[in-house]
């Protein structure tokens, strides 16, 4: 869809719809709503008083003009209570109002800024959260549907966005200049995670990690699995060796900020397909593993953003891929795994494969002296049973850098939340016979996972973060329900630690 900015007054635009909004309990609408409801003689308040428009949250009430305004439609989104209005909420009603005038048929819309205006938001910040929402939650993923109705094939093809004071227009293209990349970012994440398996192999990814390097001018390096075995990563290998796949460490690198100035290190899981290995996981567990490897797309949507919106910073990305797999070659519970730092581990469950592949990429990334670390990683069942799918666990050495995260969180809408690393959980993770042992049983797994991988990023800075939990969203009552997250993937990560980029300004 393409996004464009209108210097304008609502009432006279010309388009197939126009979008204004009222908040909840107002009998009188004001500002641009007030101008269109005075343009058609009163048609809103009718509306409002019929009981037929109340400003609900999300509410969306579409009527015709009968040629009253050069618009054909207009369509009426409710803000909700004006106390609890928020740049998520402006996120989520654009959604509504982008999907609501598709599915009716529009491909083309104009609308005002919610939330700009009586909201009391700044407005370049209301607009990227306008143009985030509709790009974000017209999303879809039908590439390998063969059959579609004629409503699903319905597209948006424009939606522009009014502003009446010419000297706003440069900010809103400042906006828009910051919300498209992100959003394209995100989705491309999501088309990623949704694809099956067989179609983004570690060889796969690398080759797109290569496009993406030569589009967006990064430099891409892909470790093979000789190269890897020079590096002495047989954590990465040992989990490598059950498939026919080959393994690909992708290492992504962009240079925005300062000549000699410390990158920051994004490090993301990229289990392309997890079965469990040899502890094989049941069928009804392995139906959604090709989810695994969210973390490595993330972090590969995170450099491609990056080097679009040229963030002042220097950030390296890595993606360890491979495959889970059982066969005759494949690592057994009980063998020892050597890692690149020299530290081994004991596998004890084969299906405990994440922190293993993060183990060898992590020791890796603190070779680059990064001034942090942030890894992403489906990693864990126990941190969906300890905070939900709704929100995304958090664990690191560093309170200031955590601390960043909750705040871009809380700009993206993305939960996070700080679990803790105290060291008695560490007894857990005690081998007999080797450093340390991949899994601390059933009792916060979640942590003792994370304390596993803190071994491996020395005095770095660094923070941990596992989404297992809201890598997706089935649209039920467990999930996070946002109108901007569709069914599917959601691409988290990306909208998340852009936030954490975009703020940076010193070593944490």
Known sequence: MMVEVIQG????????????????????????????DKALGGMIRDLIRGGDLKGKFKEAVLFRTFRKIPAERVLVVGLGEKEKFSLDR?????????????????????????????????LREASEALVEGALLGTYKFDRYKTELKEEEKRELRRMRVLVRDPAD????????????????????????VASPARDKTPTRLAEIAVEIAREAALKCTIIDREEAEKLNMGAFLGVAQGSDEPPKLIVLEYRGGKKGEKPIAVVGKGITFDSGGLSLKPAKSMEDMKEDMAGAAATIGILKAAAELKLPVNLIGFAP???NLPSGKATKPGDVLKTHTGKTIEVRNTDAEGRLVLADALGYATGFEPQAIIDMATLTGACMVALGKKTTGMMGTSENLMERLKAAGKRTGDYVWPLP??????????????????????YGGAITAALLLKKFVKDIPWVH????????????????????????????????????????????
């Open 9 to 36: 007054r609502i009432e006279e635009m010309e388009d197939k719809a126009i979008v204004v909004n009222l908040f909840k309990r107002v009998k009188r609408p004001g500002g641009a709503t007030g101008a269109v």
């Open 90 to 122: 402006i996120r989520e009603v654009s959604a509504k109002a982008a999907r609501h005038l598709r599915d009716a048929g529009v491909d083309s819309y104009s609308t005002i800024v919610h939330g700009a205006g009586i909201g009391g938001f700044d």
């Open 169 to 192: 227009v440069g900010r809103v293209e400042e906006a828009i200049r910051w919300a498209e990349p992100v959003s394209v970012a995100t989705n491309f994440v999501r088309d990623l």
């Open 321 to 323: 891929c491979t495959e």
């Open 421 to 442: 690393l105290f060291e008695d959980y560490e007894e857990q993770i005690k081998s007999d016979i080797a450093d340390v042992k991949n899994t601390g049983g059933r």
């Open 465 to 508: 973060l596992d989404i297992a939990g809201t890598v997706w969203t089935d649209g039920g009552a467990a999930d996070l329900k946002r109108e901007y997250l569709p069914k599917g993937a959601t691409g988290i990560g990306v909208r998340l630690l852009l936030q954490l980029l975009r703020d940076w300004k010193q070593s944490p």
